[in-house]
Nanobody, 124 residues
Framework: VQLQAFGGGLVQAGGSLRLSCAAS????????TGWFRQAPGKDREFVAA????????TYSNSVRGRFSISRDNSNGTVYLRMNSLKPEDTAVYYC??????????????????WGQGTLVTVSS
């Protein structure tokens, strides 16, 4: 499967954006999709994840209550709705597929098929 993330841009603090993660070439069910972000000079960090069959969701503490992850199973697209954006949310955002049923949901090592990132810049 190939993933492509898009929807990033420049937004003022307090604003909103919706990122999309489109999948192509899928030949089997997914084990879930995660969003991660990486700010300049920092490690890639977990943002949110959603399961495939159960649609269960997991969020990092820094975005819980502000971000919402969802999936449209008709086309396999995963969305990340980001509200009340803060300057510290500025980063390149990536989506990725969970490799299997095991592995930590929050760990980047549990994921593969990383899409190209999309830049989100939040101005103060």
């Amino acid at each position: 499967v190939q993933l492509q993330a898009f929807g990033g841009g420049l937004v003022q603090a307090g604003g909103s954006l919706r990122l999309s993660c489109a999948a192509s070439g899928r030949t089997s069910s997914s084990y879930g999709t995660g969003w991660f972000r990486q700010a300049p000079g920092k490690d890639r960090e977990f943002v949110a994840a959603i399961g495939w069959r159960s649609a269960s969701t997991t969020y990092s503490n820094s975005v819980r209550g502000r971000f919402s992850i969802s999936r449209d199973n008709s086309n396999g697209t995963v969305y990340l709705r980001m509200n009340s954006l803060k300057p510290e949310d500025t980063a390149v955002y990536y989506c990725a597929e969970k490799r299997g049923p095991t592995g930590l949901v929050r760990a980047p090592e549990s994921y593969g098929s990383w899409g190209q990132g999309t830049l989100v810049t939040v101005s103060s």
